[in-house]
């Protein structure tokens, strides 16, 4: 079946300082890959996606590669910033729709 | 462009008590919803989605129940909470567009059951 393992957290990092989260899946096919970003109180914001093999999702200086033959979706940011304190969910959406599979999210603390 | 409201924002309810949190998307139509439920510290635990009025899918069993009296309306309910229910309840929305999916979610209700 459908399946997403992401990092275990809580991350600290201090600003500036380079940001990996790594995210891999298990599932059939090619399904849809996607990165959400829970801030404090509020519910989940779509981050960036990646539809097939070899994309990169990319917004707000967050990245993520597509890579099928490590099966690997990991989030990373150059250089990190207060702001970017949040959870980090990664998901995949299955070739049948109508079923997102979400990882168990990443929290993330960056301190000044 | 599409929104989607939760409410209410926040709920403290006794144990025992019914539940009602609504969900409503504009901008929109025939959207798949969605109900999920994240306990503190924890991840999503998807309860409920829906892929028309009327046609709804429970992924767990539980106390809860939902319903989608409208196309752009979803309704969680339960007739007797639990304290277990307590938890932060998020609503979703996503359109298929080719083969491509992307869910987009509300602001949350957070239900403390006492």
């Known amino acids: 079946g459908n399946s997403v393992t992401q990092m275990e957290g809580p991350v600290t990092l201090s600003e500036e300082a380079f940001l990996t989260i790594n995210c891999t899946y298990t599932?059939?096919?090619?399904?849809?890959l996607f990165w959400y970003v829970q801030y404090p109180g509020e519910g989940l914001q779509l981050l960036l996606k990646a539809t097939k093999a070899d994309d990169k999702g990319s917004n707000k200086g967050f990245e993520a590669t597509y890579r099928k033959e490590t099966t690997s979706f990991h989030l990373e940011k150059g250089s990190v910033q207060v702001s970017d304190s949040a959870v980090y969910f990664c998901?995949?959406?299955?070739?049948?729709?109508?079923?997102?599979?979400f990882g168990t999210g990443t929290s993330l603390t960056v301190i000044p | 462009s599409q929104t989607i409201h939760q409410w209410p924002a926040t709920l403290v309810q006794p144990v025992g008590s019914p539940l009602s949190l609504e969900c409503t998307v504009e901008g929109t139509s025939n959207p798949n919803l969605y109900w999920y439920r994240q306990a503190a510290g924890r991840g999503l635990q998807l309860l409920f989605y829906?892929?028309?009025?009327?046609?709804i899918s429970s992924e767990v069993p539980q106390n809860l129940s939902a319903s989608r009296p409208q196309d752009r309306q979803f309704i969680l309910s339960s007739k007797k909470l639990l304290l277990s229910d307590s938890g932060f309840y998020l609503c979703a929305w996503s359109v298929l567009a080719g083969y491509q999916e992307t869910q987009y979610f509300g602001p949350g209700t957070r239900l403390l059951v006492l």
């Open positions: 998901a995949l959406m299955g070739l049948t729709g109508n079923q997102f599979y």
């Open positions: 599932a059939t096919g090619y399904p849809s």
């Open positions: 829906s892929v028309g009025i009327g046609q």
